[in-house]
Structure formats: structure tokens, C-alpha cells
């Protein structure tokens, strides 16, 4: 299998190229997204990509959009790769690393919800007992799983910077208390559904970050990539213990091994040696297989 670093379509117009998704133009009401195979880390990119990564992060998105249907209406749309990419060898190229979705305004919001008490969230709860300023019950461990999920959000914030925490009142004055609201709710409830099935199938869905839009008629719509190992933290459920922090399907294992080097975590990022590429790489696999069986 070749690995796709970077999309060469030239039939149609480049919109943005983000960390990990090259984004094309069709007409006024759609798009093609295109999920590489690149990596990124503390909002780098890496030089070399995983070979496979892309094809199963575009696969799990899918997924999950289509099981996850009967709660909110997503970004999917009807047109079949073949009608917008006439020419077979921009089609074989990204054949299934790509999606055509419709054309949305995005909320200027990202929405986070835990499960589980890691991360950010860890050091904020030993710092304040609370976690983005929602109070939780004293003595809980590392790891451990929340009472209930909470809902977290954070501003997106412009290429290059880093999102921030905010408080729900803020994403009232964001969005308006009623959409602020219905963000709130679908969140938790997407999260919930998701994190029962998953844990039939073995894996333990620690947290998630989920994006909406609006599409024409002003209705919450589900965009970007959903549930996969580089938006959540995936847990696999026969190793989880409270305590310590958990083995991983996510990109967290590339992160605890850039923590091993002299990196200042700014661009360029070091080239991610092969044993972790393929290690890597089988992490993302066994998640898929897992979730999508």
C-alpha cells in the first residue's frame, strides 16, 4: 500500500491544506475532503506520514456519520467520488482517503466531551477539583471515569495557534444560548451512544471532540472527522485501569514518544522513526477493526 503524505488533484480547485486534510472545491454546495496519510503532533506536522492512517480515519468518520444518523443530520453528501473526479488516476490516488460532503458554515466552536478523568483534564482537576470549571467529586485517580460525561468546549482557534478552554457562557456568546444549547446536547448524546457500542467491541472511548455546522435552513449539522483515534482518546477496555494513564489506539503514542526527545515541539517536527510508523500504524488498524466489525 502507498502511502498518501500529500493529494495531487488538479481538476479542481485547492481550497486548504490543514495538518492532516487536503480540502478541494466542486461548486457552490460541496466540497471533496481528502485524509492523508500525514501526522501531527502538539500542532505539527511530522515529515512522514502512516502509511494507511488516512484511508482508515476517512473509513471511521464514515462509519460512525451513518450509525450516528438518527441523532443529527451530517455533512455526507450523495454524490459518489466518481461524479466529481473524472479522471481515474486523481481518483485512484485518493479513492479511499476521500469524502464529498456538503458545503457548511462551521461553528466557531469545538465540542468536547469526557468520560474519563486524563490529560488537560487531570491537571486541571488537581490543580481546582473541577475541570473547565465544572466541579467534580474530591479523590478521584487518574484515568478514573467520570460520574457522568461533561461537556467541555474550546474555541477553534486560527491556523497555527492553539484552541483554548472556554466556559459554556462564552459559547452562549458564541453561538446564542438556544444553538449553544442543542451543541451541548447532541454532543453528550453522540458521545454516550458511541461510547456504549464501543465498549462491547473492547475499547473504552476516554474523550472525543466533535464540529457542527449550518447548513442552509440554519439546521445543526455533524462536519469533520467523527470518533476517530486522532479526534478521541481510545482505551483498549481488557488493559484499563484506574490509576495510571492507559495504553492507546490514538496518536497519545507518538506524542509520549516525542516526549523522549530534545524537540521544542515547534515546526519542523523530527522524522518519526520506522518502528514507531508501523507501531503506529497497527494501532490505528486494530481500532478500526475493532469499532467496524
Same mark, same amino acid.
Given at each position: 500500500m502507498q502511502s498518501l503524505h500529500t493529494s495531487h488533484i488538479k481538476s479542481l480547485p485547492l481550497l486548504h491544506r490543514g495538518k492532516v486534510r487536503d480540502i478541494y472545491d466542486i461548486d457552490?454546495?460541496?466540497?471533496?475532503?481528502?485524509?492523508?496519510?500525514?501526522?501531527?503532533?502538539?500542532?505539527?506536522?511530522?515529515?512522514?506520514?502512516?502509511?494507511?492512517?488516512?484511508?482508515?480515519?476517512?473509513?471511521?468518520?464514515?462509519?460512525?456519520?451513518?450509525?450516528?444518523?438518527?441523532?443529527?443530520?451530517n455533512q455526507l453528501s !450523495? /454524490? %459518489?467520488?466518481?461524479?466529481?473526479? #473524472?479522471?481515474?488516476?486523481?481518483?485512484? *490516488?485518493? =479513492?479511499?482517503? @476521500?469524502?464529498?460532503?456538503?458545503?457548511?458554515?462551521?461553528?466557531?466552536?469545538e465540542a468536547i466531551v469526557r468520560g474519563y478523568l486524563i490529560g488537560s483534564g487531570w491537571k486541571d482537576y488537581q490543580a481546582t477539583g473541577s475541570v473547565c470549571g465544572i466541579q467534580l467529586p474530591a479523590g478521584l485517580q487518574l484515568a478514573d471515569?467520570?460520574?457522568?460525561?461533561?461537556?467541555?468546549?474550546?474555541?477553534?482557534?486560527a491556523a497555527g495557534e492553539h484552541d483554548e478552554n472556554i466556559d459554556f457562557a462564552k459559547t452562549?456568546?458564541?453561538?446564542?444560548? !438556544? /444553538? %449553544?444549547?442543542?451543541?451541548?446536547? #447532541?454532543?453528550?448524546?453522540?458521545?454516550? *451512544?458511541? =461510547?456504549?457500542? @464501543?465498549?462491547?467491541?473492547?475499547?473504552?472511548?476516554?474523550?472525543?471532540?466533535?464540529?457542527?455546522?449550518?447548513?442552509?435552513?440554519?439546521?445543526?449539522?455533524?462536519?469533520?472527522?467523527?470518533?476517530?483515534?486522532?479526534?478521541?482518546?481510545?482505551?483498549?477496555?481488557?488493559?484499563?485501569?484506574?490509576?495510571?494513564?492507559?495504553?492507546?489506539?490514538d496518536k497519545q503514542f507518538i506524542r509520549d514518544y516525542l516526549e523522549t526527545l530534545d524537540w521544542d515541539k515547534t515546526p519542523p517536527g523530527p522524522v518519526l522513526p520506522e518502528d514507531i510508523v508501523h507501531k503506529s500504524a497497527q494501532k490505528y488498524q486494530q481500532a478500526k477493526e475493532l469499532l467496524t466489525r
Open positions: 457552490d454546495d460541496h466540497m471533496l475532503i481528502v485524509t492523508t496519510d500525514r501526522v501531527s503532533a502538539f500542532d505539527v506536522v511530522m515529515p512522514n506520514s502512516i502509511t494507511g492512517k488516512g484511508r482508515i480515519l476517512n473509513e471511521v468518520t464514515i462509519f460512525w456519520m451513518n450509525k450516528l444518523a438518527h441523532i443529527i443530520p !450523495e /454524490l %459518489a467520488l466518481e461524479d466529481v473526479l #473524472v479522471d481515474a488516476d486523481e481518483r485512484a *490516488e485518493v =479513492a479511499e482517503h @476521500a469524502m464529498v460532503v456538503k458545503k457548511l458554515k462551521a461553528l466557531p466552536v471515569r467520570l460520574p457522568e460525561p461533561i461537556y467541555t468546549p474550546s474555541s477553534k482557534a452562549e456568546e458564541l453561538l446564542g444560548s !438556544e /444553538l %449553544a444549547a442543542q451543541v451541548r446536547e #447532541v454532543s453528550l448524546q453522540l458521545y454516550k *451512544e458511541a =461510547a456504549d457500542y @464501543a465498549r462491547e467491541r473492547g475499547i473504552i472511548i476516554a474523550d472525543t471532540k466533535f464540529e457542527f455546522g449550518l447548513d442552509g435552513n440554519g439546521r445543526l449539522t455533524l462536519i469533520d472527522e467523527v470518533l476517530t483515534p486522532d479526534s478521541s482518546r481510545f482505551w483498549p477496555a481488557d488493559q484499563y485501569q484506574p490509576g495510571v494513564s492507559p495504553p492507546s489506539f
